[in-house]
């Protein structure tokens, strides 16, 4: 499979052809239906899944049962490493978003896998980096700006990983809704719903049910704090 299919950051995109080809005679190719449970929060399984034509939420559920959306996972992406790696409980549970194509790949596999291919574990090392720097970066935005910004934040990191371009402006590419996207930065539905209003009405996005198009996207980083040049922390 070419190199280019993989989203740039993605554990596929690290790897090199050999590997990705040497993975995937390891697993076992599955198909599931939207909002099929991959992984359950507190769960003992250790099985990886490589989501090779798939879009999944990741969420956590506190004692008290307030949950929360706390990421994306794209095709190319992998999901259950962690407890693959250190066989503890499930620390999410992660859901399909529509009909997903994944790899299932048990977790002693995947240990051999990596332990065995040393460019593997740095493409996983990278990953998890990744995902440190997404959580670091949120609880920043959250101790240091008000939730419109904080939301405007999160939408110019949505666009810059999984956007599409539409007819009038950049879709962030992924099914959230007000509440979830809201839960990305720590705020109440009510509050993401004002500041969505906020943005709305200065222009720069245009609400859906499930979807926000960014329509100014210069304007969006301004307002997100964020220098024009940069890539927002990714």
């Known amino acids: 499979m070419a190199h280019n299919r993989w989203p740039t950051g993605t554990f596929m995109h690290r790897l090199s052809d050999d590997l990705r080809s040497e993975l995937f005679e390891l697993g076992t190719l599955r198909t599931f239906p939207p909002g099929h449970i991959l ?18 939420k990741v969420t956590g559920t506190v004692e008290n049962g307030v949950e929360s959306t706390l990421a994306i996972r794209v095709s190319g992406d992998i999901v259950g490493d962690m407890s693959a790696m250190d066989g503890s409980p499930r620390s999410a549970t992660v859901a399909t978003c529509g009909r997903a194509v994944c790899q299932q790949i048990k977790g ?4 051999s896998f990596v332990a065995r291919r040393p460019a593997a574990a740095l493409a996983l090392a990278l990953v998890v980096a990744d995902r440190l720097r997404w959580a670091n970066q949120r609880r920043l935005d959250f101790a240091g700006y008000e939730t419109k910004i904080c939301l405007a934040r999160v939408l110019i990191a949505l666009i810059s990983r999984h956007g599409r371009t539409t007819n009038d402006g950049v879709s962030i590419g992924v099914p959230l ?11 109440k539905e009510i509050t993401a719903q004002k500041a969505l209003r906020e943005l709305a009405a200065e222009g720069l996005i245009r609400r859906g049910r499930r979807d926000v198009i960014v329509k100014n996207p210069v304007e969006l980083i301004k307002i997100a704090d964020l220098p024009l040049l940069a890539k927002p922390y990714l």
Do not use: C, H, K, Y
């Open 39 to 56: 992984i359950s929060q507190g769960d003992r399984g250790t099985s990886v899944w490589l989501l090779l034509d798939a879009l999944v």
């Open 108 to 111: 002693p596999v995947f240990r």
């Open 177 to 187: 809704t007000r509440a979830e996207l809201g839960m990305l930065v720590g705020a």
